[in-house]
């Protein structure tokens, strides 16, 4: 299937030429440290696009650039492409595989280092697979739907489980191909999110914890290294300490060419309130479930880890993924700063028949836990009563 000369419709191109922000919030999320970042961030994987990562107290927001954007856009398009779309199907299929049967290495001195690159260099693998299941990278089919079918048919389309309903309604076959293409990333995606819990949410803190252990170094300062600067500690050479401090009051992470580079301290702070000045404060996104709902916000930031949520609470997230299905269950409704046709919260907000607004941008940054909202999926926007 080609689509080599898509046109991105009227309306797509009226939403980004008038956005004010040079920057735009694909996701945010603790639990990503800047020694995970230096290897995010490289070349073949999230590095390819043009990213701007504000990083403090464990919490990092992820932008990307309007350049960004596009280069996102354009890495995405491979998956019009049959045979493309084959060979990142079968690439799923390998690495899938892999990270749920991740043979679990024991540690020594003579391997750490070894064991340390190999993980790093399989992780490098696993994002530029994952990327490509990500709403900037999935942008470019969602325009193909959108300019082909109006809001109200897509949310009918996703919202009939029936097989016979859906075919009945009329969508032309290209489109239904990407819809059907849509479902199956979506999927993809939630596979890999589960079978790579092991693997970063287990293996990853297990290496880390023997080198702090035999360094007797805090795995806090650890995860606030670079790459070469784990390897320098452990083959027992002296590290840089001025620089682990500048990094623990926050950094802005970017990539410069070959390099993934850091600012510290005014240059930080400067860059952030750039970043977040240009931010609009309303939030407003798109339907995934149709309802309205009040209740008092609680934030889930974590890849992996525990929230406490009370029955109708309103779960606010940078994206849900499957381990959180336990939170989804008992919120009033659901509101995310990612999030595409057929992301995680827009399928399970459909099963589940919750209010769920998606790609607000801003949902994480604006609300804060406790805050008392209101949210109206009928129009995509959340509306603060008391903080």
């Known amino acids: 299937m080609k689509y080599a000369n898509i046109k991105v419709s009227k309306n797509c191109k009226k939403m980004e ?6 920057y735009i919030l694909h996701t945010s999320g603790a639990g990503f440290s800047p020694l995970m970042f230096d290897f995010i961030l490289q070349k073949d994987a999230y590095g390819a696009v043009d990213y701007r990562i504000l990083y403090e107290d464990n919490i990092s927001y992820w932008y990307l650039t309007k350049k960004g954007n596009k280069q996102a856009e354009r890495i995405g398009r491979k998956m019009f492409d049959d045979k493309s779309y084959c060979i990142i199907t079968k690439d799923f299929q390998k690495m899938n595989n892999f990270l749920t049967n991740y043979p679990s290495p024991k540690f020594n001195e003579k391997n750490i280092l070894n064991e340390f ?24 089919l969602e ?63 297990k290496m880390i914890d023997y080198i702090s252990n035999k360094r007797k170094i805090s795995t806090c300062i650890i995860e606030k290294l670079r790459i070469n600067e784990v390897k320098k500690l452990i083959l027992n050479k002296n590290i840089n300490v001025k620089d682990l401090e500048k990094r623990s009051g926050g950094c802005l992470i970017y990539r410069k060419g070959a390099e993934v580079c ?91 028949k919750k209010p769920c607004i998606i790609g607000t941008k801003i949902a994480t940054q604006v609300l804060k836990d406790g805050d008392f909202v209101e949210v109206d999926a009928n129009k995509g926007i959340v509306k603060i009563i008391k903080q």
């Open 262 to 352: 850091f600012l510290y301290g005014k240059k930080y702070i400067n860059f952030k309130n750039k970043i977040t000045s240009q931010q609009n404060r309303n939030i407003i996104g798109k339907t995934a479930y149709k309802g309205t709902a009040r209740g008092k916000v609680v934030l889930h930031m974590f890849w992996v880890g525990t929230t406490n949520i009370n029955e109708g609470d309103i779960l606010v997230t940078g994206m849900t993924n499957p381990q959180m299905l336990p939170y989804i269950k008992k919120a009033g409704a659901i509101v995310t700063d990612e999030g595409g046709i057929c992301c995680h919260a827009a399928i399970i907000a459909r099963e589940l």
């Open 143 to 205: 325009k193909f739907v959108n300019k082909n079918l109006n809001e109200e048919e897509v949310f009918n389309y996703l919202s009939t489980m029936n097989d016979k309903a859906r075919a009945k309604l009329i969508i032309d076959d290209k489109t239904k191909k990407v819809l059907k293409r849509l479902f199956e990333i979506g999927e993809m995606k939630l596979a890999l999110h589960k079978s790579a819990e092991k693997f970063y949410g287990h293996e990853w803190p």
């Open 17 to 22: 030429n008038n956005s004010k922000s040079n």
């Open 117 to 140: 690159f190999k993980y790093v260099g399989f992780a490098r693998k696993f994002l530029h697979l994952y990327r490509y299941f990500e709403q900037p990278f999935t942008q470019s």
